[in-house]
């Protein structure tokens, strides 16, 4: 792995020296309740895009759980593509979700979408979600500096890494640490998926900063017949875990029911992971050795 440093990515990333690799700082970890991301395991957060009603996210939380995940996402604050379509429960949602916690034993993630918002989800939720139409929020991404929780940051649809590290950079000049990036799928002009999955972005961004990285196959690919691959990939190429759509009934979710995978799908999904996870056992215990900065070209 000590192979894929390029010259030219130190110079590009050194400035944002608080996400930044560096000698003494190779690989941070990011604790959650009692989950830890970034370190030796591999996180899954699975649940549905919007929590919808009671019954939708508690029966969600205990199928995911029961198949391996150990964050329940679901959005209570949706940013929507169309003002027309459901805007999420507010409050009420945020409830919902800590009643599923409480379930279950699931950690939460939910997303926050305005800097106003951020002091009640934080009230309630394990991890922040900064959304990909949110990632250059500066308003947003400053108040979450002082938020006492993680923030899990998507990459902006259009952005490059180099703008998402500068926006894990504001969080942390901010004053909070605790930043999980996420690759969830960049718009090229492949039209065939929703977004293009930029696998390479997952080892360029374990090889120039510290931050753990997962991976988003559900918005990345727009339909549930590719998740299962994708999460295969983000595997393979080093990331420290996933974050997916699971629904009970896809074909009637209020939001992205295209890409939601069933609670059976997601089951094989995750066993079908596993020999995935463990041909990259060795190397997820050895990654801060070898991945020093420094390394050869
Ligand atoms: C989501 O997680 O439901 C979501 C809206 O994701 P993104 O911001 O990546 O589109
Ligand atoms: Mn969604």
């Given at each position: 792995m000590a192979a894929l440093m390029n010259p030219k990515w130190n110079g590009q990333f050194s400035c944002f020296d608080l996400v930044a690799k560096t000698d003494t700082c190779s690989r941070s970890v990011v604790q959650v309740r009692d989950i830890e991301i970034g370190g030796n395991d591999f996180v899954v957060m699975a649940g549905p895009c919007a929590v919808e009603s009671e019954s939708q996210i508690l029966q969600t939380a205990e199928a995911v759980a029961e198949a391996g995940a150990q964050i329940l996402r679901g959005g209570a604050y949706k940013p929507r593509?169309?003002?027309?379509a459901f805007q999420g429960l507010g409050v009420e949602g945020l409830k919902l979700l800590k009643k599923a916690r409480e379930a279950t034993g699931l950690a939460i993630v939910t997303e926050a979408m305005s800097e106003e918002d951020v002091d009640v989800i934080a009230e309630y939720t394990d991890i922040v979600q900064v959304g990909t139409r949110s990632m250059e929020n500066f308003a947003l991404l400053e108040a979450l500096g002082g938020c006492g929780r993680p923030v899990l940051l998507k990459r902006g649809m259009t952005a490059t890494l180099e703008e998402l590290l500068r926006s894990a950079q504001v969080i942390a000049m901010a004053g909070n640490s605790q930043i999980i990036l996420c690759e969830r799928g960049i718009r090229t002009?492949?039209?065939?998926?929703?977004?293009?999955?930029?696998?390479a972005a997952v080892p360029v961004l374990k090889t120039v900063s510290h931050l753990p990285v997962i991976v988003d196959p559900s918005h990345a690919a727009g339909?549930?017949?590719?998740v299962p691959v994708l999460s295969r990939a983000a595997a393979v190429v080093g990331a420290d875990g996933l974050i997916m759509e699971v629904h009970p009934q896809p074909e009637k979710a209020l939001s992205d029911g295209n890409q939601s995978l069933t609670f059976v799908e997601f089951r094989r999904m995750m066993d079908d992971l596993q020999p995935y996870l463990d041909l990259q056992h060795d190397s997820r215990q050895l990654r801060p050795q070898l991945l020093a900065i420094g390394g050869a070209d």
């Open positions: 593509s169309s003002p027309y002009f492949e039209t065939a998926t929703r977004n293009t999955l930029d696998i339909v549930r017949s590719l």
